[in-house]
């Protein structure tokens, strides 16, 4: 049985149709991963989480778990699954300069205190990669190290940068924007330690979930993340892009403070506008200790206690400490 080198699913040359199929049983990497790699094109897969799950079980309780996870979403759900946490927060670029990262990695410990350790990392600029090789060698044991989290977290582009910095070998797992991207485990050696790249979770309250090749490019942060402070006082509405639409009502000065990409359109507009009214509707009562967040589009802070109500499609807004 041969498996694909990109996104370790079993070749086959019997059903174009099927994943996995190649013309040439001998490539290294199916047809999918090929054309993706080549020529950005992207075929949407139906695995489930179901398939997900299989893998994540199989994963010995004695291996080391680098669990990752991105500053936008930063989605811990599952990881008290895992024994041996190695916590690892990546695409440190998107992160805003002024963020310190301290008091991200008190504030994660506070909550889960029975990991290991924290790093945040940049597959990108190559940034703590060291760190987190050390930190591998450290903690590993000779057990196998499992790359689990979300899809989308960098899993793949991590391990590429790995094999990179740290072997010569001439090799890639497939990395893309588009979730589902990586099929099956994917075993690398490492010099001594060897490291298991699996598909991830798929979080079915991530916007990235719902959205076509362009939207995800807008909506993924290419750079650090700008966060926009909206000045509020008296009533209105607050439209980021075509995605969410945010009413407010408040008797004093107050401040929304918005991080996301970029590339996304946030303007004002009036209560009496009926944009958007037709998503589905949440009401929160926030404080200046709270982040409300949008998976995968943005996390939304203000700066004293007041209530809104957000209106989106397919996925709800989660409430959280905040972080930074
Ligand atoms: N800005 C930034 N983007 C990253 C970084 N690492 C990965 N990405 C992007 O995140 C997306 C998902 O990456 P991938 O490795 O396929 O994620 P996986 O599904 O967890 O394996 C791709 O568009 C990557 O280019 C990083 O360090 N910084
Ligand atoms: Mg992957």
């Known amino acids: 049985m041969t498996k694909c080198n990109g996104c370790g699913i079993e070749l086959q040359d019997n059903d174009i149709n099927s994943l996995g199929y190649t013309d040439n049983l001998s490539n290294k990497l199916c047809n999918r991963c090929f054309r ?6 992207y075929k949407k897969v139906s695995l489930n989480n179901n398939d997900y799950t299989k893998i994540i079980k199989s994963i010995p ?6 669990y990752t996870t991105d500053f936008l979403s930063l989605n811990i759900d599952n ?15 998107i992160i805003p300069r002024s963020v310190k990262e301290y008091k991200i990695i008190n504030k994660l410990k506070k909550i889960l205190p029975n990991i290991i350790d924290i790093i945040i990392v940049s597959s990108i600029n190559n940034y703590n990669i060291d760190e987190l090789y050390n930190k591998l060698i450290k903690y590993s044991d000779n ?28 090799y890639k797992i497939t990395e ?4 589902s991207t990586t099929l099956d485990i994917v075993k690398i050696k490492l010099n001594n330690l060897t490291i298991i790249d699996t598909p991830g979770l798929i979080d079915e309250n991530n916007i990235i979930n719902y959205l076509e090749k362009e939207e995800l490019k807008k909506v993924l ?6 966060p926009k402070t909206c000045q509020i006082n008296g009533k209105g509405s607050i439209i980021i892009d075509k995605y969410l639409r945010l009413d407010y009502e408040t008797n004093n000065t107050n401040s929304i403070i918005i991080y996301s990409s970029r590339l996304l359109d946030i303007k004002f507009n009036s209560i009496d506008n009926n944009k958007y009214k037709e998503y589905n509707k949440y009401t929160f009562n926030i404080d200046k200790g709270k982040d409300i967040v949008i998976r995968g589009l943005c996390f939304i802070k ?6 809104i109500n ?4 397919n996925i709800k807004p989660v409430i959280r400490e905040n972080l930074i």
């Open 36 to 41: 993706l790699t080549n020529y950005g094109e």
């Open 61 to 66: 309780n004695d291996s080391l778990v680098l």
């Open 79 to 93: 990881i008290d699954k895992f024994k041996q946490v190695l916590l690892v927060i990546t695409k440190r670029d």
């Open 143 to 170: 057990k196998d190290i499992y790359v689990v989290g979300y899809t989308n977290t960098g899993k793949s582009t991590l391990v590429n940068k790995l094999i990179k910095n740290y072997t010569n070998y001439n």
């Open 176 to 179: 893309s924007m588009y979730p």
């Open 221 to 226: 942060p290419k750079s650090s993340i700008n």
């Open 302 to 307: 203000t700066t004293k206690e007041i209530k």
């Open 310 to 313: 957000i209106y989106i499609k």
